[in-house]
């Protein structure tokens, strides 16, 4: 198994840009997955496959990847991005990993 | 599609842990569906995968995999989780999800159950 490794925290004022990222020698072989989670609730799926966004998610969160490290932007953060975020990829032997997470605090 | 989990909140340690997840609005079948499970303030953890055909594909996170089972019930249409000799560990919020088809991506949850392990 591997580990996907994210920064523990990310500071960001309205308005301005978040960049998560996510480490992983699953990459770039195998795809990227992030999710938003607010608290008491279940994650959402924000960004698959490094860079696809599934219908209903906002624009400003878009995804992208170079070599080992992916990651998530948040353009123009709005006070309701406060929440943790994570990373997900899957095995090549067909199980799934989750990086640690990240807060996001909107200052 | 929408997910509901259900099962006992408290489990003495040593016991069995059993959740079941209710799928409403779609079939059980033809689909991959997960239980993932997250500590009390920490982070997700992928608990295994149960794949509903003939042979009904199972795989588990190695971590777990001496300790779980995941089966799905197509004619109560609903998929099932046990977690056998649990410890304080083994206390978090359970969530079941569906594994898209769009790859690898877990894009519908189920709200999410605290199991609480007791001495």
């Known amino acids: 198994s591997y580990d996907l490794t994210q920064p523990p925290s990310v500071s960001v004022s309205p308005g301005e840009t978040a960049s998560i990222t996510c480490s992983g020698q699953?990459?770039?072989?195998?795809?990227s997955y992030w999710y938003q989670q607010k608290p008491g609730q279940a994650p959402v799926l924000l960004i698959y496959?490094?860079?696809e966004r599934p219908s209903g998610i906002p624009g400003r969160f878009s995804g992208s990847s170079s070599g080992t490290t992916v990651t998530l932007t948040i353009s123009g953060v709005q006070a309701e991005d406060e929440a943790d975020y994570y990373c997900?990829?899957?095995?090549?032997?067909?199980?799934?990993?989750f990086g640690g997470g990240t807060k996001v605090t909107v200052l | 599609v929408q997910l509901r989990e259900s099962g006992p909140g408290l489990v003495k340690a040593s016991e069995t842990l059993s959740l079941t997840c209710a799928v409403s609005?779609?079939?059980?079948?033809?689909?991959?569906w997960s239980w993932i499970r997250q500590s009390p303030g920490k982070g997700l953890e992928w608990i295994g995968y149960?794949?509903?055909?003939?042979?009904?594909?199972?795989k588990y996170n190695p971590s777990l995999k001496s300790r779980v089972t995941i089966a799905t019930d197509t004619s109560l249409n609903h998929l099932s989780l046990r977690l056998t000799s649990v410890t304080a560990a083994d206390t978090a919020v359970y969530f079941c999800?569906?594994?898209?088809?769009?790859?690898?991506?877990?894009?519908?949850w189920g709200p999410g159950t605290l199991v609480t392990v007791s001495a």
């Open positions: 999800a569906r594994l898209t088809s769009e790859g690898d991506a877990f894009d519908v």
């Open positions: 609005g779609g079939s059980i079948s033809d689909v991959y």
């Open positions: 149960v794949y509903d055909t003939y042979t009904a594909t199972t």
């Open positions: 699953s990459f770039p072989d195998q795809y």
């Open positions: 496959k490094d860079t």
């Open positions: 997900q990829s899957a095995d090549s032997d067909g199980t799934y990993v």
